[in-house]
Structure formats: C-alpha cells, structure tokens
C-alpha cells in the first residue's frame, strides 16, 4: 500500500506518495502537530530539529511556521533591525534553506505553512517586506481572535 499526503480544499489539490516527511518543528509546537500526524501513521514524519536526516531517503519536506528568518539569510539590506524577531532560529534557517535547494534539486514536493512560505520565497531568491504591521491595519470580527491571541506565536 503506498502512502498519500493529501491536501484538501472544496476539492482534492494534491495526492502525492509521501510515506517519509523531512521538517522542522520547534519543541513548543509539536503539541499542534501531533494530532495532525497521528490521523496519518502511514506518514513518518522525520524532525531535524532532534536529528539529523538525509533528504536523498525523504519524500517530501514540509516547512512549518515560526519566527522571522534570521538576517544572514534575508538577500536584502535591513534598514532597521528592530522590525525582525529577537528570537531568531540560525540553525534551523540553515537547514530550511539547505533542504530547500535539496528538495528542489531531487524534484521533491515542498509544503510551506506561514515562515515556511517566507523561507521557500527567499530560497528562490525573492526578498520580505519587513514592515508589514506598520503599513497595514489589522481587522478581526467581533468575537475571533488573532492567530497571535490564538495560538501565542
């Protein structure tokens, strides 16, 4: 029996043999994923942020969200460093973009969730406007919360 990675909207997206997953999940996350992945046992989901992993034994790699990229990885000048996070992960940036290049050079399927966009964005050589907050006004409806009231991200 070969293992599915589905993605669903109103209609099937996406149904791709994915039966061994590279990522990496921060320790304060896990809690949110576990569920997802014990609906999927078929799926083995490999963390390189607790070990190391070949991505030439993998068949997809999932970049999650997070933090801001760190500044060594930005291929932009950062006028104000205050803009970014303080608790950037270099580590992680490293590997995210290491496995990105992989990925793509292998022609592995790549799902990004919120930083994982970012990171897969930049990989192709694409740049972050660093200033969102300022140049936007954010609207909830009565009674919802932000993700950041939400989940404390």
């Avoid at 599915?4 to 997953?21: D, G, I, K, W």
């Amino acid at each position: 029996m070969t293992s599915t990675c589905s993605l669903h909207t109103q209609r099937e997206v996406a149904n791709l043999p994915m039966p061994n997953l590279a990522t990496w999940i921060r320790a304060k996350d896990a809690k949110w994923f576990r569920p997802i992945f014990r609906k999927h046992p078929e799926i083995n989901v490999w963390n390189a942020r607790s070990r190391s992993i070949r991505l030439d034994q993998m068949d997809g790699l999932l970049l999650t969200g997070g933090s801001d990229i760190s500044p060594e990885f930005l291929r932009q000048k950062i006028v104000d460093p205050s803009l970014l996070d303080k608790q950037v992960d270099p580590a992680r940036d490293r590997w995210e973009f290491a496995a990105v290049q992989e990925a793509l050079s292998r022609g592995l399927p790549i799902f990004a969730i919120c930083k994982g966009l970012q990171v897969f964005n930049v990989a192709l050589g694409g740049t972050l406007k660093l200033d969102i907050n300022s140049k936007s006004e954010q609207r909830t409806s009565p009674g919802n919360r932000t993700a950041r009231e939400q989940f404390g991200s």
